[in-house]
């Protein structure tokens, strides 16, 4: 595509700051990959995309439905609910202090948005899940907008995209968190009962309780290049093993090798990879 | 441990009574004795009705605790194991098998931890690997094929956290039995014994009844593992054990389980019989109760069960 592999280069671009100097503040990003500064700008008309190396930086949840959905429109559902703090969770600050930071951060209640909207010609049920709200994780509220979500679906006769974007489950919420997994499983068996497709999109990075559930129940599983995908997370995993863990283990590709994901599609490819995947189900 | 001392304290107590009445002979009036000793039983069971979320963790994780293999000795008869997920390797984490229970056949499947430190290395310390959640299901489909109904026993530390078990797709393995759980057309009976650690524990406990020992502990993260995220110190775990509200008692309240099964005074592990036997009567009350509804009513049960689980919302609209 076009916007993908256009020239960064170009005299528009302010030239990059030297990097032992103190960074621009907010204009300048150091790509991880690849090392280079790239200007904010540039990332950002590049869908978070690094135009030298083509790292995937973190996409957030209003952008990535804009990536996904025709005419950047869609019906946002159920954005109003918010968690209700029921462990009156406090560890080193109060949980309530953190969802209030989160949501005036962010400018929403909670760490995933639910919407309905059109991807190329089609009718679907969209999820985008928001690492910038307390590390993207699925407590009761997130439990609930996905199961709600998938019963949409299943009311509308829908196609499902689950964008993941989570560290596990939502440890403030204990217990309750964890039952969201079966819950949400469970309406994923409904889904599947009724003959309709769910797409799952990992991207980095997808750990925990959500890629124990519904991350890795898709019809098709797919993954963004280079996205970090597991069950444990890696330091868990160093410090039960005692060892360093290889470069590129929990990676997309990693997994592809391994048999866990159907394909890992560059973030340029996802709209058509995933509208040719629906014509073949549904057409 | 300070929860020891004061055991060994009402211990003490009740031994002082046995010794006042022989040194008091029948000076001490029997309505007397019956009254200290009552008091004593009462001071007893407001110790044990109130022990701290921290002090249950440790009486869930005592080395005496009954296993899943010790509960199928006291509770089944002609049990069968079976093993394999037939795709990879037998899981000694997660044992199962079926045998009859009270007159019934049934599959039964569970955690296994060991004794001593050579069979905690062999069982993984009940840490299982997809090749055990991938073995459980393989149980399972077989109990629902001949329509036998399914006691799970859940008490696992975890899912193995190794490299290992992330290449054989340790996500896959416990999101694959959470969705195939619910749907398997047969009684599911879950009971917690000890540990239901996070999603090593839930993958083998969806079921229609979820029943928790009353010093079991269940929870999204141990104690530990909390401290050290939240905390940044891992020695602030009995802070995070009461933060997490990971207690039957807590539990029900929030309407996560269905019933508390009482242990013999003390713990389990002081009397393993006596506690099999209240797991095993809790399980043969749900059977009757379950047995009773038609297939599609189980289902529609089990979904709405699991489906109300979390309401801890508010809509701003
Ligand atoms: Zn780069």
Redesign the interface.
Known sequence: MAWFKRDKDSIQSPVPPEERRVRTEGMWDKCPACRKIIWRKDLESNWQVCPKCEHHFKLGSAKRLELLLDDARWTEHDSELTSSDPLHFTDTRPYKQRLREARQKLGMNDAIVTAEGVLSGRQVICCAMEFGFIGGSMGAVVGEKVTRAIELAIARRCPLIIVSCSGGARMMEGTISLMQLAKVSGALARLDAAGLPYISVLTDPTTGGVTASYAMLGDLNIAEPGALIGFAGPRVIEQTIRQKLPDGFQRAEFLLQHGFLDAVVPRPQLKNYIASSLEFFLA | MDMDHQKRALDNLEQDVEQLRKATGDALSRTDLERLRGDIAQLKREFYDNISPWQRTQLARHPGRPYTLDYVQHLLTSFHELSGDRSFADDPAIVGGFGWFRGRPVMLIGHQKGRDTKQRLARNFGQAKPEGYRKALRLMSLAAKFRRPILTLVDTPG?????D????????A???N???M??LPVPILVTITGEGG??GA??I??GDRVHMLENSI????SPE??AS???RDATKAEL?AG????TPHD?EN?G?IDRIVPEPEGGAHLDPAAAAQAVGDALERALAELGALSVADLLER??QK??R?????????
């Open positions: 899912a193995y956290p190794g490299m078990a992330e290449e054989r797709g340790q996500a896959e416990i999101a694959r959470l969705r195939e619910m749907r996070s999603g839930l993958a406990a969806v269940y929870s999204v993260i593992g909390c995220i939240m905390w995070a933060a997490l509200r990971i539990l929030m996560l089990r979904y699991f489906r689980m979390g309401q801890f919302f508010a809509d701003l609209a």
